[in-house]
């Protein structure tokens, strides 16, 4: 029961975070946007990594981010392998393909990539600056997956549509994947919704900065 119940708030947290995309982006623009070349870029990184595990059956051990083994290349090569049996392997490739692409859609496609890549190497650090975390998990099943940076990516998009809107409903959608992200993380030990707060906090700060730099400049005195 505790595991059908953490997968369920799981996947109710990226839910949340696709549906905060949508709304950010306008579900009624998607057919005219542009290709996404983030996303797509990343999209098919995971799923090279998956025809690769197929392909070569040391691939896991070679690449995955078991702290006992060495190599400085396994915390991004990492990401990129999944472990989650056939409908965790899909539902990881789904949800960087859609979170990404949203991603790309508002934040553009070089900070969507920043995002990601902050999703993979800030969290550890973050967890073992505030003290959250006893060091490198010895738990296998954190050895590799891209949900990780996904969730990390994809609350940040909570925060978009938190800043651009005045509608109740979408200010509880948005409000809540934070809310709910630590509420799993603390109920249930749960580390999707830990870097989902990681990640709210990285896109209000990136909103601060973006806001900051198209603030325009005081009208001059004559």
Not at 122 to 127: A, Q, T, W
Not at 152 to 176: F, N
């Amino acid at each position: 029961m505790g595991a059908i119940l953490f997968n369920v708030t799981t996947a109710a947290l990226m839910v949340m975070m696709v549906n905060c995309g949508l709304g950010v982006v306008g579900r009624d623009t998607l057919r005219g946007r542009a290709v996404p070349w983030a996303a797509v870029a990343l999209t098919v990184l995971a799923v090279g990594g998956v025809l690769l595990q197929l392909a070569w059956p040391g691939a896991m051990d070679a690449l995955d981010a078991d702290p006992a083994k060495s190599g400085w290349w396994r915390e991004f090569t990492s990401v990129f392998m999944q472990n989650g049996g056939l409908f965790g392997d899909l539902w990881n490739l789904a949800t960087l393909a859609a979170v990404a692409a949203l991603a790309q859609w508002y934040w553009g496609g070089v900070l969507t990539l920043a995002f990601f890549l902050a999703g993979i190497v800030l969290p550890g650090r973050i967890d073992t600056v505030l003290g959250l975390g006893d060091g490198p998990s010895t738990d296998p099943r954190n050895f590799a997956g891209s949900s990780g940076a996904t969730y990390l990516l994809g609350a940040t998009l909570a925060l978009a549509l938190l800043t651009r809107t005045r509608l109740p409903k979408e200010i509880v959608l948005a409000a809540g994947v934070p809310v709910l992200g630590l509420a799993v993380w603390l109920a249930q030990d749960n580390g999707h919704g830990l870097v989902s707060v990681y990640g709210f906090a990285l896109g209000a700060a990136a909103w601060a900065v973006r806001r900051r730099r198209v603030r325009p400049a005081p009208a001059q005195r004559p």
